[in-house]
Each structure stands twice: as C-alpha cells, then as structure tokens.
C-alpha cells in the first residue's frame, strides 16, 4: 500500500498555478510512489453558497493532515501561505514526516541558520535540515534526499 503524503500548498488560489505549477510537484511525488492528498482536489467539492462550507472544507483539511503518512509543504512566499503553515504546525505537532519545499530565493528569517521563521524548521532534524528542504521539482525525485528514501521505506 503506499503512503499517503498530505500536499500542503498555496495553488489552488490560483488558476495558473493550479494548471502549471502543481502538476509537475504532483507528479514528481507519485514518481515516488506516493499516494499525494492534495487539499484542493479532495477538500473543495462543496457549495460555497451554503452556510457552514468553511468549517467543512477546515476540518476535512485537518482530518487529511491526521491520518496522512507525512507533509509535503509548499512555503514559497514573503510570508508563506498562512493556510499552509497552519497545516505544516498541525503535521509537526502530530509528529509527522516533514518535507518542505521553496524554490522562492527571498529569505524571510531572524535566523542566520534558516530561511524561513525558525518554527517553520522545528519538524526538521537540527542537524541535516537542508536534506529536507527541496529548492526544485528535480530536487523532490533524487534518490539520494529523505523524501525517496522515506517513500521507499529506507
């Protein structure tokens, strides 16, 4: 049976990067032979003119996060996602594998050590960190990085 990675990410806000950008993490995570959960995809059949759809797209969200092997998360941005980091607290605080990837170059840190806000890292080895945070679509299909070794039960 695969594992189920919880794709967390900014795209489907956007018709563009829904079409151009999250197809290719998409498939560069089922090349891995994940089963990707995708928020957008799973989570957004609702009707949005019914009371309550906001509370029910939320808990199915975190309920995905919950029962989700691990994370991907997608932090791009100055600053990332709110929505995003919501989801990447809640994997963190679940225990979850943690994968992040940013292929934005700004940094956004009061740490010298990482690029980001310093609680984005806390789900990250102190020591390798940088082997979990992917800078490229290549990058998320190399064997030799956490993500395969993970997906492939090593």
Known sequence: MAK???LANPYGFSEQQKTLLLPLVVAALE??????WEPFARNNQVDFSQA???????????ADVRHAD????IVNGVPPD??????LGMAIALGKPTFLF???FRRLSDSNEYPLNLMVFTGLPENGWEDYYYTSVEEIVAAHRPLAKWASGL
């Open 31 to 36: 090349e891995l032979g994940l089963e990707v």
């Open 52 to 62: 309550g759809w906001a509370y029910r797209i939320g808990q199915a969200d975190f």
């Open 82 to 87: 709110e929505g995003v980091m919501v989801e």
């Open 70 to 73: 691990a994370i991907f998360a």
């Open 102 to 104: 940013r292929d934005d």
């Open 4 to 6: 189920t990675v919880y």
